[in-house]
């Protein structure tokens, strides 16, 4: 699942390439493959604000987008969307969690590939 993950982080950010902010629009519709059974695709800004623009998460869960990632937290409370910031790279990096799963509403691990590409983290979280 982590090779898919990385694919799909890929993609969307060759689809940023192609389209621009437009992206955005088709990644938060999760079509196009930007969501994938338990895969996500997700995008968020890649400074001190760090709002999240894009985010293809699962339709039973509550939308992140608008969101800023210092205000993520895990399930421990631990700052998750600090950790992206701090750990993104440019030619990405891989990061576990753990997060509350929105069919079944239990605490599971999580992994997110996180690339960081010109002034957003983009990233596909399983």
Do not use: Y
């Amino acid at each position: 699942m982590a090779t898919k993950a990385k694919r799909l982080a890929a993609r969307a950010i060759e689809w940023f390439q192609r389209v621009g902010p437009a992206a955005f629009k088709t990644i938060c519709e999760g079509t196009d493959g930007f969501r994938d059974r338990d895969l996500s695709v997700f995008v968020a800004q890649a400074n001190r604000i760090g709002k999240v623009v894009a985010h293809a998460g699962s339709p039973q869960g509550p939308s992140q987008v608008s969101r800023r990632l210092l205000e993520i937290r895990n399930p421990r409370s631990e700052a998750i969307g600090q950790l992206l910031l701090d750990q993104a790279t440019d030619e990405g990096n891989g990061i576990d969690d753990t997060d509350v799963d929105p069919v079944t509403n239990k605490v599971e691990h999580k992994f997110s590939w996180v690339v960081r590409f010109e002034k957003h983290l983009f990233g596909c979280g399983i």
